[in-house]
């Protein structure tokens, strides 16, 4: 399964529509991000999707957790937000 990866400049109706897609498709979704401004715009995807997902009937947990990723021989800690339906 792919990670939805969120920057800082993402747009959050647009990471929610793959989000909620996701979820409609997969019943799991996994939403990655790196910085403080990528998780601000990770957040404000999640309680859009929510949104979006309510509206069909579905009710959805989000599970953040830290993870480590390599980017050009670096690692870097990333925000990983587990998401599945309740």
């Known amino acids: ?3 939805i990866k969120v920057s800082g400049t993402s747009r959050t109706s647009a990471v929610a529509g793959a989000i909620a897609a996701v979820i409609r ?9 790196i910085g403080a ?8 995807a999640l309680v859009i999707a929510k949104g979006y997902l309510t509206r069909d009937g579905i009710e959805i947990l989000c599970m953040p957790e830290f993870v ?3 980017i050009e021989d670096k690692v870097r ?9 309740r």
Do not use: L, R, Y
């Open 1 to 3: 399964m792919d990670v």
């Open 25 to 33: 498709e997969q019943k799991h979704a996994e939403v990655q991000a």
């Open 37 to 44: 401004s990528a998780v601000n715009q990770a957040v404000k």
């Open 68 to 70: 480590d990723v390599q």
């Open 77 to 85: 800690t990333a925000i990983k937000f587990v998401v599945e339906p």
